[in-house]
């Protein structure tokens, strides 16, 4: 049985190579702002390098330059980035059976994981499309983010901020594109997605960013009722 399901691989899509191509370019274009915003704000071109290479994790990143550029110490830097980034941990949860059984595997696949892995991967119908996706997108973002950081840091403030051409707004787009095949045929993670979105919605006015994002993964406790209400045990 195994050997015919690798038989019946014939690679990744071509519609997954696109979207990944797509989802790089705004990744690369995000590094190049942050690498450049770093440099431009006092920060050395190795930070922001090293920071992309060891953390590698966008919003973190750019909220805990924010921090040491404002005044405050590694510690309170470092404390921000990982509340944005706990997040990451449910999504590991996720995508962790499709990372691969090997040590190496499980631990390369962990520093890969991101917003955009996971919708790649999640996206896909079969276990073998899914491993595909998630090692294609995590190491094509993973190499183009960080090439883009280090353009970034090396043109220094010449560049300014991308966002102000809207060009920030790739990511999301790119996201609610991603995810909507898994609302449309998925009634327990359109349940889910719903209430989370509500959720963080009611909380932005009066929280600080990034913890909508975290509360939104409430969202997950409906998503894990409605799958264990619709199988049989």
């Given amino acids: ?7 019946r691989w014939a690679g990744p899509d071509p519609d997954l190579l696109r979207d990944v191509a797509l989802v790089c370019l705004a990744g690369g274009i995000v590094g190049v702002s942050f690498g450049a915003i770093a440099v431009a704000g006092g920060l050395p071109v190795w930070v922001p390098v090293v920071m992309s290479l060891v953390v590698y994790a966008g ?13 405050g110490g590694p510690i309170a830097a470092a404390a921000t980035g990982l509340l944005l980034n706990t997040r990451t941990a449910a999504f590991s949860l996720a995508v962790a059976e499709h990372i691969g059984r090997g040590r190496l595997a499980r631990l390369v696949g962990a520093h890969l994981v991101t917003d955009e892995t996971v919708a790649f991967t999640l996206a896909q119908r079969d276990p073998e499309r899914r491993r595909a996706a998630f090692w294609i997108s995590g190491l094509g973002l993973f ?3 960080n090439a883009g950081v280090l353009a970034g840091a090396l043109a220094g403030g ?18 609610v ?11 327990p993670v359109r349940r889910a997605a719903l209430a989370g979105a509500a959720l963080a919605l009611a ?16 969202g997950l406790a409906l998503h894990g009722r409605g799958r264990g209400q619709g199988r049989p045990v």
């Fill in 1 to 7: 049985m195994r050997s015919l399901q690798r038989t």
């Fill in 59 to 71: 919003s973190a990143q750019f909220s805990a330059v924010g921090v040491l550029l404002a005044g």
């Fill in 143 to 145: 190499a183009v983010w």
């Fill in 158 to 175: 010449a560049l300014g901020d991308t966002a102000r051409y809207g060009l920030d707004a790739a990511f999301p787009a790119v996201l």
């Fill in 177 to 187: 594109a991603l995810v909507l095949p898994a609302l449309r045929r998925d009634a």
């Fill in 203 to 218: 909380v932005t006015p009066v929280v600080p960013a990034g913890v909508p994002v975290l509360t939104a993964l409430a």
